[in-house]
């Protein structure tokens, strides 16, 4: 403002040196003094002022209004609202996702199925994308799963000898002196129970299509009948069956086969009570044929598999004895519950009735 005063007092001083017909050489000297003292004082404020910077020097990212590159944040008008700060925004950032394919933290699964389903995860990741980061993430929960195995077992067997009646070996030792001789025992009372049956019923061999193992399977099942005292019938069904005393079929294999439940491939072997048999293991068959094996087995095996057919069914609880080692009840008749009393040796051959109802 004071400058504009001085400029205006500046104008009115030379104002007549402007006028048609004034003299310049009788108005200049009287107007000099005048401007001379004008100009030092409106030069005296510019000098005390500081000097700006020159405009090459600015700074064109400090101008609000810089022309280029991009637009500064616009100057708000007046009454306009304020735009909200970073601080508070207008709505909530949702927070990133967890990546589902990053391996879990191992100490967080509680249940074994998340440790299977966390096992597999891993495990499939080593195997489509096998870096050694995705190794190393199945080699931690594999030793993670061996931690709590060994863990396991260190308590299982803890448990298991503080409390006898959970310990399976207390009734059925592993130690070898004592395994030898049970298993010796239950032999010779599987021998035993063999012998009842080659007394209360027979066996009855079907040759099969193939001669060569007809012959294979009919050798131990002659052993097998010599040696227990059952009485044996060979049919030959197809295919040629060694030895003399092989009859042709009369439609007892018909008979045999129609009683099963399902297709028995041949040749085969079969367990047929005696009629009026008084002992439970085979009063129960009612007259049912039981098949005993089919295909070439050895003479041991059928002794084993007949043992699993008719040994009752094993009682809960650690102590209860295996069908293997029961043969000395069967035989006698108690492991049913009740004695088998007097055997009737003196009923009809169970082969010579299937044999009578229609000779060839």
């Known amino acids: ?39 030092l004082l409106a030069a005296a404020p510019a000098s005390a002022a500081p000097t700006a910077a020159p405009w090459w020097l600015d700074d064109v990212w400090r101008d609000p209004d810089r022309p280029f590159l991009y637009y500064g944040d616009p100057r708000p008008e007046p009454g306009a609202p304020q735009p909200e700060s970073p601080q508070t925004p207008s709505r909530q950032t949702p927070p990133e996702e967890a990546d589902p394919d990053a391996p879990k933290d191992l100490a967080t699964l509680t249940r074994m199925e998340d440790v299977r389903r966390e096992y597999a995860a891993r495990l499939d990741r080593a195997v489509m994308r096998p870096t050694e980061e995705n ?39 592993s130690a070898n002196f004592a395994a030898v001789e049970i298993n010796s025992r239950a032999e010779a009372d599987a021998e035993r129970f063999m012998k009842t049956l080659g007394r209360e019923s027979g066996l009855v061999f079907l040759g099969g299509p193939d001669a060569a ?44 086969l129609a009683l099963q439940p399902g297709r028995v491939p041949l040749p085969a072997v079969f367990l047929v009570a005696r009629p009026g048999t008084r002992h439970p293991a085979l009063a129960e068959l009612a007259g049912r044929p039981v098949p005993a094996a089919a295909g070439p087995v050895s003479v041991s095996e059928l002794t084993e598999r007949l043992m699993r057919l008719f040994a009752p069914l094993i009682e809960p609880g650690n102590a209860a004895p295996l069908p293997s080692r029961r043969g000395a009840e069967m035989a006698e008749g108690s492991a049913w519950g009740s004695a088998a009393g007097a055997f ?16 060839p």
Request: with cysteine; proline share 8%; aromatic share 6%.
């Open 213 to 256: 193992l007809n012959g294979l399977a009919l050798g131990p099942v002659r052993t097998f009948a010599h040696t227990h005292g059952f009485e044996l019938l060979v049919v030959a069904t197809g295919a040629r069956v060694p030895g003399g005393d092989a009859k042709p079929d009369n439609g007892i294999a018909q008979k045999l």
């Open 344 to 359: 009737n040796a003196s009923a009809p051959s169970t082969l010579t009735t299937l044999t009578t109802h229609r000779q």
């Open 1 to 39: 403002m004071k400058n504009d005063l001085r400029l205006l007092r500046f104008i009115r001083l030379i104002r007549p040196l402007r006028r048609p017909g004034t003299p310049w050489r009788r108005a200049l000297p009287a107007a000099l003094p005048t401007m001379l003292c004008a100009a």
């Open 135 to 173: 190794v190393a993430a199945l080699h931690e929960v594999n030793t993670f799963v061996l931690g709590k195995s060994h863990q396991f077992a260190q308590i299982y067997d803890r448990v298991r000898i503080a409390r006898p009646e959970f310990d399976w070996t207390a009734a059925h030792p």
